[in-house]
């Protein structure tokens, strides 16, 4: 009973402390006998020197000194000071005050004061560093896929979205409650929450469609084509959506730095009429000797952009004593964009953009920004799944001067899949620069001229977050808004057996039974 009595005051006495640590600095009260160091303290995540949004979460961090305590001083042009307490190092940031500061001072900058106390008692002050507060708004949602970072078969995988305003994250639709089944390829229509698409994988497969407040699941395979639609990208106006349809294949290595190949035996390009229920194509996006895949539609509706890679050049076969191989690394992809005309539904002349023969570089997953000035791409050594090789890094290509360059985001780990702001200011992008293995969000600035600020990943409530979480984030998209759609009548779409089965539509000139590219055979 004693002993319980001396535990409860031990901990009634820790938290006054705490209290009374907590009213000192959140009172005004400064330090006034400190030293000045000419270093930056160490912080994680690293949010020094940012451009960052005005209304974007408070970015908590870690102070990695050595200290008996420690306090931050966040201050502007306008508005009061903001003084946090950091117990253990971790700077957490109250959210109102937070926000109130930023709006205050949209173009201004953030001042961070960051002081120590050393463990014989003296108070140290390190180098002052800031963040820019830019006018452009971030979109206020960030939807992913949150998968394990290696695999052979899936496990537990959910679509998620996250409100970047604040720490509110929530899964939309998790195969927990779907048999454990596959989701991927997750895709909105101009960041439109209400209008979005995903498909379902193994048990009860389909791709599911929201739009209009109606959800439905399709199979838009039909006897023509290679697949049913795969990698996705909307019309501007919701009415239709291109999907490659591919043939697809996975090597697991065996060796370090390497996880797994995702390889395109044959792929070609469909276009799915929502409204008519109709898949239809072109030539040009079917041939017999080429690879199309990775779609996007520009924001006017005018030009289809994608990846390219010829099968004759790049895809030699090797015989040996067991099996029929092919060399991968050798299937190396341009950017390609070709006309459309919506009106009379008619495809122009197909256009090289970055020709994998003067880059000896493989181009995935490109995306045009709001605005229509550029196309946001990764430039691999070789094929198009970028997200698994660590030579991806990610480019621009400028409509308007054609020509293309390099952005300075970019580090020695993956940098891969990425998605833009409604605004075209912002883009999202997966990086596993940490590490190397697991992928994270970084958000940077992008402004009209080309140039971005520094990358920063997405701010969590526990600052220490990342260091224990044991999962991908996969495929970001920004959205405008949360998702609504009512979780009861998307899982029992979901869950249905029940299909619509899409039809050939009026003049799909098909140049083969099973699809027009041809296959690379292996064993």
């Known amino acids: 009973m004693k002993k319980n009595s001396r535990n409860i005051m031990a901990l009634i006495g820790l938290a006054l402390v705490a209290v009374i640590v907590y009213a000192v600095f959140s009172s005004g009260d400064k330090i006034d006998s400190y030293k000045q160091l000419n270093s930056l303290a160490k912080i994680y995540p690293d949010y020094t020197n940012l451009i960052i949004p005005p209304n974007i979460a408070p970015l908590n961090f870690e102070i990695k000194e050595k200290g008996k305590s420690c306090f931050v001083e966040i201050s502007s042009e306008n508005g009061p000071t903001i003084r946090v307490y950091g117990q253990n190092g971790k700077i957490e940031i109250p959210v109102r005050k937070w926000h109130d500061l930023l709006d205050m001072n949209r173009g201004g900058r953030l001042r961070y004061d960051i002081f120590c106390e050393l463990p014989d008692g003296r108070w140290v002050k390190y180098k002052t560093f800031y963040n820019d507060i830019s006018n452009d708004n971030i979109d206020p949602y960030l939807a992913y896929r949150l998968i394990a970072p290696g695999y052979i078969i899936w496990g537990n995988i959910g679509l998620y979205q996250r409100n970047i305003e604040g720490f509110e994250e929530n899964d939309f639709v998790n195969n927990r409650y779907t048999g454990g089944n596959c989701m991927n390829c997750h895709n909105f229509n101009m960041q439109n929450p209400d209008e979005m698409m995903f498909h379902v994988r193994a048990q009860h497969g389909g791709t599911v469609i929201i739009r209009n407040n ?17 990698y996705p990208s909307w019309y501007p106006d919701g009415r239709m959506i291109a999907f490659s349809v591919n043939k697809i294949g996975q090597y697991f290595h065996a060796i370090k730095g390497k996880s797994k190949e995702v390889v395109d035996f044959a792929s070609d390009i469909i276009v799915y009429d929502i409204d008519k229920n109709t898949v239809s194509s072109t030539p040009a996006l079917e041939t017999k000797d080429s690879l199309e895949t990775f779609p996007n539609w520009s924001p006017d509706g005018k030009y289809l952009y994608y990846c390219s890679a010829p099968l004759s050049d790049f895809i030699q076969k090797v015989k040996n004593d067991s099996t029929n191989q092919f060399q991968y690394d050798r299937i190396k992809y341009s950017l390609m964009r070709i006309p459309y005309d919506f009106e009379n539904n008619t495809w122009g002349k197909p256009q090289v953009l970055v020709s994998a023969k003067e880059t000896n570089k493989s181009v995935s997953f490109p995306r045009v920004s709001p605005d229509n000035r550029y196309v946001m791409f990764c430039l691999s050594d070789y094929g198009n799944f970028s997200i698994n090789h660590k030579s991806s890094d990610i480019y621009v290509y400028d409509i ?72 991908s984030y996969n495929v970001p998209e920004f959205i405008k808004g949360k998702i609504s759609v009512d979780a009861r009548r998307l899982y029992d779409v979901v869950n249905s057996d029940s299909l619509i089965n899409a039809t050939i539509g009026p003049g799909f000139n098909i140049l083969g039974k099973t699809g027009s590219s041809k296959k690379v055979g292996v064993k």
């Open 214 to 230: 109606k959800i439905v699941k399709v199979n838009t395979k039909i006897p023509q084509t290679l697949s049913a639609g795969v």
């Open 400 to 471: 308007e001067k054609r020509s293309f360059k390099k952005l300075d985001v970019n580090s020695e780990q993956t940098d891969s899949f990425h998605s833009w702001s409604s605004n075209s200011r912002w883009f999202v992008f997966s990086s596993k620069r940490e590490n190397g293995l697991f992928a994270r969000p970084y958000l940077c600035y992008f402004d009209e001229n080309g140039n971005t600020g520094k990358p920063f990943v997405l701010p969590q409530k526990d600052p220490g977050f990342y260091g224990t979480f044991l999962k």
